[in-house]
């Protein structure tokens, strides 16, 4: 028998979406994942980019200033860093941004961060008046902006389909007190069927993730672009072609595990997905935004230099850092790790296009 604590207000025997019963146990206000719990790290559940390598968030950093310059280096310049998590990406920017004076000035660095406990964490971290905490976009009213995530997107929860006969359906869960958990689909609504229809990416598709919740943090986010031009890049975990099946993922200790286990520990579970960066693509293409070519983690890292910047860093390391750092770049560059899995994106409004990084 497994117990579920009504504390995520679930109840056993009712019908729910995928979504909604993501965003109960990831960020239910006091029993949720992301309210009780700093995941990140080699003792946390689950490791980032920022979370091992400086290197990493150095080269974000630097693509930022590049990016200022390419849009003309404009007096004033606003940075929205989405789910920051710990803090550390932005930790490092701070840092490596006051090396470029005349962009430090311009420039006004925003978090935008759901979790209570993580804005705490972040604020533990990051001691600086330059930073501000925001809950909405409207603070923001001139000069271009840049917003970036890190994994900002995979965590937000989706919703699943899948057509029978040619009818669309939506999966949901239900929870059991004396089996645990089952899936059922029940028939899509009317605007779920058109919003999925309205996308070409879903043409061949039998199953289908389609990120609701996150398509309407983006819109918000694209009508501040439109208006004050800028972009976005979001780095995830992510895929072109289409998978065709469920790419929901439950992560505990640095260990996948199966939908069962997950029932068993809800709250104590991080569950992330597959990020379909063509359906990224045309949202953005929909909306007026130009989007640069989709490059992998690797690409984008090398084009912006990382290796001859480990080279110039490793000079003045002691021979146990030098290894700790040539450790951190193969979870970054290789292929089977963060390399290839990962994926950018870069989409924008500007009359400019000759960004780095993805050519
Ligand atoms: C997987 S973590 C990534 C953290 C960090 N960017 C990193 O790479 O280490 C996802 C982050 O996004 C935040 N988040 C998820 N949904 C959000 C939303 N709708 N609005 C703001 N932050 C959100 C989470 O609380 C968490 O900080």
């Known amino acids: 028998m497994i117990e579920y604590p009504g504390k995520f207000n679930l109840k056993f025997d009712r019908l729910i979406a995928v979504d909604e019963f993501i965003e109960k146990v ?33 080269i974000i950093g630097i693509w930022l200033v590049s ?24 930790k490092v920017l701070l840092r490596t941004f006051k090396n470029f004076p005349k962009f430090n000035k311009s420039t006004k660095i925003y978090l935008y961060e759901k979790s209570g406990l993580l804005k705490k964490s972040q604020k533990n971290n990051i001691n600086s008046s330059k930073i501000k905490w925001i809950n909405n976009f409207n603070s923001i009213k001139k000069g271009p902006v840049i917003f970036f995530g890190n994994e900002f997107f995979d965590a937000i929860p989706i919703k699943q389909f899948s057509y029978f006969k040619s009818q669309l359906f939506e999966k949901h869960f239900i929870l059991n007190r004396e089996s645990g958990l089952s899936e059922t689909y029940r028939k899509a609504s009317k605007d779920d069927i058109s919003k999925i229809k309205y996308y070409k990416t879903f043409k061949n598709s039998k199953f ?4 609701k919740s996150g398509f309407r943090e983006l819109e918000v986010i694209v009508k501040k672009i439109s208006k004050l031009s800028g972009g976005i890049m979001l780095i995830d975990y992510g895929y072109l072609d289409t998978i065709n099946s469920s790419t929901l993922q439950a992560v505990m200790g640095n260990k996948k595990m199966n939908m069962i286990s997950l029932f068993k520990n809800l709250g104590k579970v991080d569950i992330t997905y597959l990020v379909n960066f063509n359906l990224l693509k045309e949202f953005f293409t929909k909306k007026d935004l130009k989007v640069k070519n989709i490059v992998s983690q690797k690409f984008f890292l090398e084009k912006m230099g990382i290796l001859e910047r480990a080279k110039i860093l490793s000079k003045t390391m002691t021979h146990k850092e030098q290894n700790y750092m040539k450790l951190t770049l193969m979870r970054l560059l290789h292929k089977n790790l963060m390399g290839d ?3 950018v994106i870069f989409a924008y409004k500007s009359n400019r296009n000759n960004f780095l990084g993805f050519e």
């Open 26 to 58: 990831l960020y239910h206000p006091k029993a949720g994942y992301y309210s009780k719990k700093i995941p990140f790290g080699s003792r946390g559940d689950f490791i980032t980019a920022p979370t091992i390598s400086n290197l990493f968030s150095e």
């Open 208 to 211: 289908i993730e389609y990120p």
């Open 341 to 343: 899995l990962f994926k």
């Open 67 to 90: 990016t200022w310059e390419k849009l003309g280096s404009p007096e004033r310049f606003n940075l929205v860093e989405l789910g920051p998590g710990d803090g550390s990406l932005s």
